[in-house]
Nanobody
Framework: QVQLVESGGGLVQPGGSLRLSCAAS????????MGWYRQAPGKERELVAT???????NYADSVKGRFTISRDNAKNTVYLQMNSLKPEDTAVYYC???????????????WGQGTQVTVSS
């Protein structure tokens, strides 16, 4: 069983910063990809940023230059540093891991429970 636990959400003023963390625990043999997605009220879930095992990153155009994704493989943790936050960044943020639970298993996809980020004055 694998669990993803997110932290770091909250209320912040426009222009402020937040750092999200997501740690995976349980039966983990090896990590593959990690990423962050978000879902605003009335909208579909959308990609925010992803990072590969080799460290290659990909960002949504709306967050380029403001958000930075990073990972600590030793801690099975992915981070999302969010700067210059805007009201339109308000959403529930979800982390997403692709990992192997054993040498013989295929790649499995896991999601965190979500953490609320609200940008408002």
């Amino acid at each position: 069983q694998v669990q993803l636990v997110e932290s770091g959400g909250g209320l912040v003023q426009p222009g402020g910063s937040l750092r999200l963390s997501c740690a995976a625990s349980g039966s983990i043999f090896n990590l593959n990809y990690m990423g962050w997605y978000r879902q605003a009220p009335g909208k579909e879930r959308e990609l925010v940023a992803t990072i590969t095992i080799g460290g290659s990153t990909n960002y949504a155009d709306s967050v380029k230059g403001r958000f930075t994704i990073s990972r600590d493989n030793a801690k099975n943790t992915v981070y999302l540093q969010m700067n210059s936050l805007k009201p339109e960044d308000t959403a529930v943020y979800y982390c997403n891991f692709g990992l192997y639970v054993s040498y013989w298993s295929g790649l499995s996809d896991y999601w965190g429970q979500g953490t609320q980020v609200t940008v408002s004055s």
